[in-house]
């Protein structure tokens, strides 16, 4: 089994690079300077504990791979780069080939089935950090993620028990779940403060991040969408990862403040707390603060402004303004 990584940065990056490191197969698709920092140099993973650099084909367009019915992509962009990335595959893939998304939000694995037979999900809990070309960084030692897969919608199979042997054999903690869109719902309600944290870094700013993850719940209740309990999954994490410093490499943020570090014009919150807000609508739940989140997240990324720029005083009063 050859694992196609769809998009290496951060996440991507990292599963990619201790899969190979593991003596598994892999070819990366990367953009850029990325791409060809890793052709050139192979691409370096860093930890608290050693830094590696492992020699890893890497191609810049999902053609270039070749992909077969044997292969298994695992997609590591970012959701609102899904679509584009979905199209491209497709022209050059059969619709039988396993794709695994392997990236935070609900969206991805739904836009995945409407163009090929055999999707999947991931629950991804990971450190990584991406911020030059070449170089990720595993940002939790001495395991560098738990990284649970199951079928979408439900179910478990011949794909994911392989898959899971070979994430577990790269070192990463890896469970089959027959009801993995249950923990990944979990994780978006999560990853409702990843625009908080990308806008001011004020512990203060803890009290927001429960709003918004309030207006969550309420929106999955309504829905009637099931979703593991927070008990459940800090049963799972469970001392598993621990977040250790990389001399020389601060890791900084989530990967929504990532986005405003590397400038890259655009951020995930349109497909977390944005999500959000779509439940919300459909079913008749107010929901100001993910609402406005998802706007103020969006123009500081449209502005490239850095992250953690605003003070809590003036992240309440935009709120307020905003609501």
């Not at 698709?29 to 890497?58: D, N």
């Not at 209740?221 to 008990?231: C, K, L, Q």
């Not at 655009?266 to 929901?287: A, C, F, Q, V």
Request: charged share 25%.
């Amino acid at each position: 089994m050859r694992f196609i990584v769809y998009g290496a940065g951060a996440i991507g990056g990292l599963v990619g690079g201790l899969l190979s490191l593991s003596g598994q197969d892999v070819i990366l698709i990367a953009r850029g300077a990325h791409a060809r920092a890793i052709k050139e140099r192979g691409l370096t993973v860093a930890s608290a504990q050693e830094t590696r650099t492992v020699a890893i084909p890497v191609v810049t367009e999902p053609s270039a791979a070749g992909p077969t019915e044997d292969d298994v992509v695992l997609l590591g962009m970012k959701s609102q780069d899904t679509p584009g990335a979905l199209d491209a595959l497709r022209r050059c893939a059969p619709a039988t080939i396993p794709v695994v998304c392997l990236q935070n939000g609900v969206e991805n694995e739904r836009s995945a089935l409407r163009l090929f037979r055999n999707v999947y999900a991931v629950c991804v809990m990971c450190p990584a950090s991406h911020f030059e070309p070449g170089v990720v960084q595993q940002d939790s030692v001495p395991i560098p993620g738990l990284l649970d897969i199951g079928r979408y919608p439900e179910g478990i199979d011949a794909v994911t028990a392989r898959v899971a042997e070979g994430l577990r054999k790269a070192g990463f903690e890896s469970v089959e779940r027959p009801d993995l869109m249950r923990w990944k719902f979990r994780k978006l309600l999560m990853n409702l403060g990843n625009a908080v944290n990308a806008l001011c870094e004020s512990p203060q700013a803890a009290e927001i991040v429960k709003q918004a993850q309030s207006e969550g719940e309420a929106c999955l209740r309504a829905a009637g969408i099931d979703y593991v309990s927070e008990e459940e999954e800090m049963n799972r994490r469970a001392g598993l990862m621990q977040l250790k410093e990389i001399p020389g490499r601060p890791r900084g943020g989530g990967s929504s403040w990532q986005s405003l570090r590397r400038g890259t014009g655009t951020i995930e919150t349109d497909y977390l707390n944005g999500e959000i807000g779509l439940l919300g609508r459909l079913h008749g739940i107010p929901t100001p603060v993910n609402g406005a989140l998802q706007r103020l997240a969006w123009d500081a990324a449209l502005r490239r402004d850095p992250p953690g720029r605003l003070s809590i005083d003036e992240l309440r009063g935009l709120l307020e303004t905003d609501v």
